[in-house]
Each structure stands twice: as C-alpha cells, then as structure tokens.
C-alpha cells in the first residue's frame, strides 16, 4: 500500500510548486491540492495489479486501502505538517533536491515515513475502540511485526519440504516429515514465541538480512529475550482478530454465496423476460407434441395406403381394415405412414436392407464433420497441453458452463477463452465459485491471460480488446435493466 501511494505522490509532486513548501501559509493549500491529485492517481491505479491485490481478510484491495489512508491524511493534518517540514529542511540544506537524480528516492522515503506514521496512529485509535485496551501507535506497529512474522512462520511450515532446515531451526528439532506444527498452528494463538524469536534468529542466515529482533535498532531489543511478552501480545493480537476480523469466518461467505446465487437467479429471469420480449409473435398453435405435416406430406400418405398395408401385412401384422372396431385400422396406418420413427410398440420396423441403405448414407455424410470434430478436439488436446494444462481443457470446461447461466446466455457469441477471461477480470483469478475444469491444476486458479490468448489462438491485446467489449456488453444490460 505505501509503495502505491509512494508512486502516486512523486506523480502528485511533479504538477505541484515544492518551492512553496517553506512557507506555512501556504500549507492548508498544499494539501488540499496533493490530496486531489493522489486520489486521481490512486482512481488511474485501482484496476492494475497492484490497485486490485488484496488489501486484508476484509476483501478491501490495495487501492481501497491506500485512497482511506489518504483521506485519514486530511483528517490528521499534523502528518502533512511533519511531511513539510522534513521537505523543507531538506531545501534548506540541498536546495530543490527534488531536481536531483536522487530527488525522487528521497521523497519517496519522506511520504513512506509520513504514511506509515499515520497508518500506525489510524490502527491503534481502531484497536482501542473496538477493545477498549489503550494502544499507541508503537505499540502497533509491534503488533505489526509480530503480525508479520506469524504469516512467515505459517508460510515456511505450509512449504515445509523447500525451507526444511529453516523449518527444523525454527522449531529447534529435525523435520523428517509434515511438522505437526503445520496442522495444530490455526491462528496467531497457536503460534509458540520461541518460534518467534529463532524465525528472527534463522533470516540474517538464509535470507541475507537479519531478523526484526536481531537488527542493531533498539526499538524490539527488549523483545528478543522475553518470550512471555512476545506470547502475551500475540494473544492480544488473537483476541482482536476474533472480536473484529472475519478472516475465514463461513458465516458471511455464506451470505455471500447466497447473494450471488440470488443475483444470478435475477439476472436469469431478466435475460428470459427480455429474450421473450423481443421474440416475435407466433400464431396460436394447437396444443401438440408433433406438428401437423403439410398438405402435400399428407396427400402423398392417402397415395401411398396400399403399400403401407403391403408393409403391414409382410411383417406379420394384420390388415388394419379387418379390426373389429375400425380404429386400429386407421391408427396402425397413421403410424406407419410416419415411417420407423413413430412405429407403434411392437410393430416390426422396416426392412433390415432400407434400414442399412439409409444408416450408410447418414455415416457417409456424417464422416467429415466427425473427422473435423476429431481433428478440432486434437489440436485443441496438444496446444492444452503445451501450455500446461490438462489435454481435455477445452472440452471439460466448456461442458462445466451453467447453460442457463445469465453470463453465458449474454456472452453465447463469445469463444471459451473469452468468457473465462470475462471472469478472471471481474472475480479475479481465484473464486470458489468457479467449478474445477476451469482451474489449472497447477495454480488452483483460472488460467493466465496469456494461456488463455494461446488457446483461443489469438494475441494479447486481441484477447484484451474483446474481453472488454464483453464486459461493457453486460454494463449496458444491466443498465437497461436497472433503468
């Protein structure tokens, strides 16, 4: 988040005077101004990568959390003073560093002070309304780190196998196998502090820079040897996430999953009302299953009468003219006047020869287009494959699509590739939602743009280009629906 908001603010510098920065009249200006061009910044920024990365357990991104800390900014001026006059001791000393080589670098770490300040202030005044606890900004930023080093120790034992002797340091015994740890560690309660300080302990060892505990600052020296106060703050830290988090918490991804279940039913039905809406009117039908045959159709059934009975009578059937009440008569013949197909039970069917003269004649016109079926779902098979995804991905995917979906319905047009791509942009790449045959089994998630360019055969910006023409063909319907 601050490195976002970092970028932002050297763009924001460059259309602002830094040379009014001394001058404190001017300050309430300044920031009124730089708060306006971060924000459009940070609005330019929130549909790239780093905008969209997940900000917290909350489902906030990146950008989201970045434009709230900006607005806190103008809530808690004394930051912004602090930021202005670093600035201007800083020209007092070089003049405009600012136009220097290394002018951008040393701004960037002013804002990223500032930032952090400020992000540490915000936190604690959160942490003691929602506990009623009394927490300074250092303190949470203690929290912070231990915070952080609870989600490295859980990262290196889920990935025990490739940081096995960080993992056997760590835990101060050999790992031949899965750590039990791995299994029993749940939360931030679970997390031991002696894990704590040796993980501190093993970074300078395989990682190159030494461990937050183990820095030359004394600002968490009196942490290294006290294990109690360290296991005393990571229950804090426990008790907080359980009072205020939703990290996990099924309850409301269920409602989640019941609201996009609903808006699917709702876009559903709308997209049926507007189908039928535009279909044009038909005449009344008789209320049957099969159609009435045209005239001709029927004419040539009268013609043909004698060699239908013919046909009757050579498979062993009777006369449809001696039945005792007259009606089978006229039934038997009507069926059989329909050919094989509509044949009653039990009726013998045609002769074995017509049988296989006609079968031969639909294989033969059926042939090339199974043999193009066939070599289609090969090369579809090897370029899957190619791109490390399962041979039948094409296939099994396109069949894992909820026909009456709204989305598919919308998107008919559209290629596979497309559509997926549709959802890899609007739910991102991960979602529980998306059924398995989508998921490239090495990642768990949809596969990337450029696989999905490769099996659509056509270039990025191509894949791009009609991605979003999809996605502002759905906008539109939702707006004619909303309006």
Same mark, same amino acid.
């Given at each position: ?330 039934? +038997?013949? @009507?069926?059989? &006047?329909?050919?094989? /197909?509509? #044949? *009653?039970?039990?009726? !013998?069917?045609?002769? %074995? $020869? +017509?049988? @296989?003269?006609? &079968?031969?004649?639909? /294989?033969? #016109? *059926?042939?090339?287009? !199974?043999?193009?079926? %066939? $070599?289609?779902? @090969? ?5 899957? /494959? ?10 099994? $995917?396109?069949? @894992? ?83």
């Amino acid at each position: 988040m601050r490195k976002l908001l970092g970028r932002c603010s050297l763009s924001a510098f460059r259309r602002m005077d830094l040379g009014a920065m001394p001058d404190r009249a001017r300050e309430a200006e300044l920031l009124d101004l730089y708060t306006d061009e971060v924000a459009a910044e940070l609005d330019l920024c929130r549909r790239g990568a780093r905008g969209e990365a997940a900000g917290n357990s909350y489902g906030e991104s990146v950008a989201e959390l970045a434009m709230a800390l900006l607005f806190e900014l103008r809530a808690q001026p004394a930051f912004w003073s602090g930021l202005v006059s670093a600035i201007a001791a800083e020209h007092g000393k070089l003049g405009a560093f600012w136009l220097s080589p290394s002018g951008d670098a040393m701004l960037r770490k002013k804002v990223n002070d500032m930032y952090a300040g400020l992000r540490d202030k915000v936190d604690a005044d959160n942490y003691q309304v929602a506990t009623g606890r009394a927490c300074s900004p250092n303190k949470m930023y203690t929290y912070r780190m231990l915070d952080t080093a609870y989600r490295e120790i859980e990262r290196l034992f889920a990935n025990w196998s490739h940081h096995a002797a960080q993992v056997a340091a760590i835990l101060d015994r050999g790992a031949d196998g899965v750590p039990i740890e791995a299994r029993q560690m749940k939360s931030i309660g679970g997390c031991k502090a002696p894990w704590v300080i040796r993980w501190s302990e093993t970074l300078e060892r395989f990682s190159g820079s030494p461990g937050p505990l183990h820095t030359r600052s004394k600002r968490f020296s009196s942490l290294r040897n006290n294990p109690d106060r360290i296991a005393a703050l990571m229950a804090e830290i426990g008790d907080y996430e359980a009072l205020s988090a939703n990290m996990g918490a099924e309850d409301w991804r269920g409602d989640e999953d019941e609201a996009g279940a609903w808006l699917e039913d709702y876009w559903r039905v709308v997209g049926e009302s507007e189908a039928a809406d535009e279909e044009p009117a038909t005449p009344d039908m008789v209320d049957q299953i099969l159609q009435p045959l045209p005239p001709d159709e029927e004419d040539d059934d009268e013609d043909s009468e004698e060699p239908l009975l013919a046909y009757v009578e050579e498979a062993g059937g009777e006369d449809p003219d001696s039945s005792e009440d007259g009606e089978g008569g006229d039934q +038997a013949g @009507a069926m059989t &006047a329909r050919g094989p /197909a509509y #044949a *009653a039970p039990g009726m !013998a069917g045609p002769p %074995a $020869a +017509a049988v @296989a003269s006609n &079968a031969g004649s639909l /294989a033969v #016109a *059926a042939a090339p287009k !199974a043999e193009l079926r %066939a $070599a289609g779902n @090969a090369a579809d098979e090897a370029l899957a /494959a190619g791109l490390s995804l399962p041979p039948r991905f094409m296939e099994l $995917a396109s069949a @894992a699509q909820d026909a009456g979906s709204w989305l598919v319905r919308m998107l008919k047009d559209d290629s596979l590739p497309i559509r997926l791509a549709v959802y890899h942009k609007l739910l991102g790449a991960e979602d529980e939602s998306y059924p398995d045959a989508w998921l490239d089994p090495e990642t768990g998630e949809l596969p990337t743009l450029a696989q999905l360019a490769a099996l659509d055969r056509i270039s990025m910006p191509t894949l791009r280009k009609r991605r979003n023409e999809a996605i502002a063909r759905l906008q539109a319907a939702s707006a004619r629906v909303t309006n």
